[in-house]
């Protein structure tokens, strides 16, 4: 018997990204989002939950596209840095030490130090109360060379990835491998 815990949503683990924009006067953002995931094959797209009340959701909603950077463990605490300040207080990049390098194809900033990043032009933005979901079509996916696998794609274990986990509040690392996907069940699978 399970115990109910309300209209909550500790879903786990969330991705920690870092949504890279430009401001009004040109001046590059970061901010931190947990509430956030990919969410289309064709198109490639992913979804960012964004509140009203961040300076990013004015940035995006102004110039129609983000970046979705993809921090390593090592990290951890820029990455917290950006969701801890708004850019309406500081410049998050130099106070953090990042490196902000122009979108080869949109209009907003990606993280240099960061293993991953996502430039994405918005196809969709859904209001959905507290929040605006941005669904971001993504223009092109780069990758830090030292992170690539053996079939030219980033690999997990490369990259460290933080989790997070909303209901304690805490970053993670990521654990060990226990298989492969669409590979691992494939016992239940009636015998062909
Ligand atoms: C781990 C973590 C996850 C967060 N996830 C979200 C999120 O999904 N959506 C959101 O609107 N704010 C989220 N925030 C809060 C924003 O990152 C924070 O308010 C930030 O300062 C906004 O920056 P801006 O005003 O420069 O856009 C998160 C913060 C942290 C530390």
């Known amino acids: 018997m399970k115990r109910s815990l309300g ?17 009004e006067d040109g001046s590059p953002c970061l901010m ?4 956030c995931g990919v969410c289309c ?4 797209c992913v979804a960012v939950a964004v509140r009203k ?13 983000f970046t979705v950077n993809i921090p390593s463990e090592r990290y951890a605490a820029e990455a917290d840095y950006c969701g801890l300040v708004s850019g309406r207080d500081a410049d998050k990049f130099a106070a953090a030490g990042l490196t902000a390098v122009a979108g080869e194809f949109v ?3 990606y993280v240099e130090d960061f293993p991953l990043a996502l430039e994405c032009v918005v196809a969709q ?16 996916a780069k990758a830090d060379e030292a992170v690539l696998g053996e079939n030219g794609l980033p690999d997990m274990a490369k990259v460290k990835p933080l ?4 209901a304690d509040r805490n970053y993670y690392a990521v654990g060990s491998l226990l298989g492969g996907t669409y590979s691992l069940g494939r016992g ?3 015998k062909k």
């Open 163 to 166: 989790a997070c986990s909303p």
């Open 125 to 140: 933005a859904v209001d959905l109360g507290s929040h605006t979901l941005f669904v971001g079509r993504v223009a092109d």
């Open 7 to 23: 209209a909550l949503t500790p879903a786990m683990p969330l991705p920690v990204w870092v949504i890279g924009s430009y401001g």
């Open 53 to 65: 009340s961040r300076l990013t959701h004015a940035n995006i909603a102004v110039r129609g596209c």
């Open 188 to 190: 239940f699978a009636p």
């Open 32 to 35: 931190t989002v947990a509430w």
């Open 107 to 109: 209009d907003a900033p």
């Open 41 to 44: 094959s064709e198109p490639p």
